[in-house]
Structures are given as C-alpha cells and as structure tokens.
C-alpha cells in the first residue's frame, strides 16, 4: 500500500505526529508549503480569529502526486479551523483513500467535518491531538489506534 503522510506545520506539533505516522505507515512524507508570510503568527493568544486565518492561500506545488498514493494522510494545526494551506491542499488534489488528523490546544471542532467536504471522501479514520498529549506522550497509543483502524478498512 502506497502511502502518503501530507502535513502544515507552523510551530513543530503537527510535524511531530506526521513524522511518527511517516515511520509507523513507511510513508513518503510531503510537508505543505503556505507561500504566504505567516511569520507574524506567533501564539494562539495573540493570532487567533485573525481574518487572515479564513482568507484563502496559495501552497506551493505538490513535490508528491497525489494520484500515485492508495492512502493519503493529512494533518493540520486547527487555526479557529483548519489552516488555510492545507484547506488549498484538499481542494487541490485528488484522493483515492484519505485519513486525518489535527494538533490542537483546546479542540478540534469541526474540522474534520471541513476537511472531508474539500477533499470530497470520507476518511478512514481521523486522529485528534491535544498538545499537552504530545508532551506527555500520551499520543502514541492514539497513533496506533489510529493506524488499527485504518489498516483494517484498506483490507
Ligand atoms: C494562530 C493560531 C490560532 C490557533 N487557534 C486555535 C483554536 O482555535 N483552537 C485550538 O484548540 N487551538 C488553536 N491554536 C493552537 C494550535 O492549533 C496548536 O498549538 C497546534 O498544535 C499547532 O500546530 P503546529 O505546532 O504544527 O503549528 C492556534 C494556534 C495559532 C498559532
């Protein structure tokens, strides 16, 4: 099974997870590129419900075809929802298969409900990461449940 991790970071959480499941699915790994400027974004506190946040962004070209993975695994920091980059990466590519995940302070919300409008599938399965999980390392029994479920519904 070709698999493709396809990950946003801004601040490392989201890589964090995405490097782990690379390693767990032995993945190729794409990381979206925001050609936008988000070096102003600096904490939750000082940036959220920025209008910003909800304009839409360009990313730079996949370095991945999406076409050639059975699976395709996306994750997203939640910005007062999904990122704006990884929001241009679903409605950009084509998914055969498709699972997510999102790191987050205080809540997910509905973004995997947004995540599966704009790639147009429903996912395998969907994995929610607090940060504080990460550093407690409470989220590796997460992955695998994670990986459990998804393995068993592409058999
Ligand atoms: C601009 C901004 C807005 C955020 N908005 C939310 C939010 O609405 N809800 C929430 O639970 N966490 C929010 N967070 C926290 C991030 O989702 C969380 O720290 C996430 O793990 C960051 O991922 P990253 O480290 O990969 O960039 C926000 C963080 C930033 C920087």
Do not use: C
């Not at 699915?25 to 909800?54: G, H, M, P, V």
């Amino acid at each position: 099974m070709k698999t493709l991790v396809a990950f946003y970071s801004k601040n490392g959480h989201t890589r964090i997870i995405g490097e782990k499941l690379v390693k767990l699915f032995k993945a190729d790994s794409e990381e979206i590129s925001d050609l936008k400027d988000r070096s102003d974004i600096f904490t939750w506190a000082k940036s959220a419900f920025n209008e910003e946040l909800k304009t839409p962004t360009k990313i730079a070209l996949s370095k991945k075809n999406s076409q050639n993975y059975d699976l395709i695994i996306v994750g997203t920091p939640i910005w007062d929802g999904i990122t704006p980059a990884v929001k241009a990466y679903l409605s950009q590519n084509k998914f055969k298969n498709v699972a997510f995940f999102a790191t987050f302070g205080a809540a997910a919300e509905d973004a995997f409900y947004d995540m599966e409008q704009l790639a147009k599938k429903k996912p395998l399965s969907v994995l929610e990461v607090q940060d504080m999980q990460i550093s407690r390392k409470e989220d590796e029994k997460r992955i695998r449940e994670f990986e459990k479920e998804i393995m068993g519904k592409m058999k």
